[in-house]
């Protein structure tokens, strides 16, 4: 896609971290903003920085987990503006380190329904509202899916499952879409480490799917997850995503994988697992038997 000025972006999850910095990057281009997220007042906070600079906005409040929600968010942007050119189905959650850490059949089901309800079925969602009606406007257009590189790294938690599901769609999709030869195009985004406050959104739990107890939680899941929220704050700027997200739908680039090198090597370890057919290398153990064999 070439031609950004004055055609229409829609963001999931728009309100805070990279979702919020896609928004403001599509408004700086001269594009008409959709921002969509569960969170009132930082949605509305964030759809008032971009009027106060000239933007062109509009802001829905969406849980992405409804498909209710979903579609009416699709019929508020079509109404407002007539048709959708971009559109960024980025809204995530990770359930507490416990979620992450502990083995996957002692994970709490409710941990399970709310990752793959926000992270997979909000995408689904997402594509079926979206793209039938932008196929029909016949202009071109860009999907990107926001997955991680959880998504191509094996681990048993909801999270990184999720994911998997979301790169494997959005693969398939953009099959679809240069088999058909149509003007729409389709890219994943890959992140590694991003400095956002992915680890505070138990907070847009709902309650039905129950509420880990963070304070509760044994010690050295409190310390992983004291480690981890080190480790996102030193991570990539979210206007750096933004950037490369904004020059992939320009280039037609499929995969967007900002990360650190470490866990690319990571990938590629996993991917040579598969297509050699080796048993699945765990980097910990990798690294142990490489220091007691020194
Ligand atoms: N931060 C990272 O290191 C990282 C790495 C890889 C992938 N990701 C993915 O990036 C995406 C954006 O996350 P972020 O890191 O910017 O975190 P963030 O918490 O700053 O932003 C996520 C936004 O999604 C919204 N949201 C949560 N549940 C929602 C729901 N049910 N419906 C609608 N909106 C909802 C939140 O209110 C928030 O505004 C997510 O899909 C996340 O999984 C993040």
Known sequence: MQDFEG???VVTGAASGMGLAFSQKFAAEGM???LADIEAEPLAMAEGAIKAKGGDVLAVRTDVMSEADVNALADAAFARYGNVH????????????????????EVPLSDWEWTFG???MGVLYGIRAFIPRMLANGDEGHIVNTASLAGMLSAANPYNVSKHGVVCLTEGIYKEFKTMGSKLSASVLCPGLINTAILEAER???AELGHTDEAALRPELQEFTAMFKAALSLGIEPDVVAQMVFEAIRDDQFYIIPTQPEMLDLM???????????????PELALLQAQAAQ
Do not use: H, Y
Not at 94 to 105: F, Q
Not at 270 to 280: A, G, L, S, T
């Open 268 to 282: 590629r370890l996993r991917m040579q697992d598969i297509i050699e057919q080796r048993n699945p290398t765990i």
């Open 204 to 206: 847009n739990r709902p």
């Open 118 to 120: 926000v992270n997979f």
């Open 86 to 105: 971009i559109l960024c189905n980025n809204a995530g959650v990770t359930a507490s380190a416990s979620s992450l850490r502990s083995r996957p059949w």
């Open 32 to 34: 008409k903003v959709v």
């Open 7 to 9: 055609r229409v972006a």
